[in-house]
């Protein structure tokens, strides 16, 4: 069993690349977040910068996409918030396997907001429904964040469950040592 994991770990490079591709996305998104909101804010008061009508729209939906792609960067660093006030008082193997459960639970809700976010952005609202300061803009980029959410979810719940799993299995041979 030892040996599929020492396969799985081949993968890691992969998962370093997509970590740090969404961070850079995020860095991005966080540049183009204050850029604007700065402008808007200095369009009121200053006559020659432009005031966008479209800037709260905007910076809204650029701060979901934020807010959900960190959220997964999260789950790889294992930084997202846990109750974790029993687990000195619980059996090692119990804390283990309940954390194996929360990260199962976590996996199976990225499958829900990705097949349903794939739902919703293929849904006429979606696809016809526009930002009403930017009409030429469709909606599916307001809702776009949830199946992405929900795929980077996926992706790093995997390696968070292979590890728990391996966890696991390296203590049993650590103790037939």
Not at 36 to 58: H, K, L
Request: proline content about 5%.
């Amino acid at each position: 069993m030892l040996k599929a994991f020492k396969a799985l770990e081949k993968l890691r490079p992969l998962y370093d690349w997509t970590d740090k591709i969404i961070m850079c996305i995020c860095k991005l998104l966080l540049i183009a977040d204050v850029g604007i909101t700065s402008m808007a804010v200095a369009g009121r008061y200053i006559s020659f910068i432009p005031d966008p009508a479209w800037s709260e729209q905007i910076v809204l939906t650029l701060m979901v996409y934020m807010a959900v792609l960190s959220a997964t960067l999260a789950i790889r660093k294992r930084a997202h918030i846990r109750m974790t006030a029993f687990d000195p008082y619980l059996p090692k193997n119990l804390v283990k396997f309940l954390d194996l459960l929360a990260d199962i639970a976590v996996f199976a809700l990225g499958i829900i907001m990705l097949v349903y976010g794939i739902k919703v952005c293929n849904s006429p609202l979606a696809r016809f429904g526009k930002y009403e300061s930017l009409p030429q803009l469709s909606r599916v980029w307001m809702y776009l964040p949830i199946p992405i959410a929900g795929a980077g979810m996926i992706i790093f719940e995997l390696e968070q469950i292979f590890q728990r799993i391996e966890a696991f299995f390296k203590d049993e041979s650590e103790a037939a040592l």
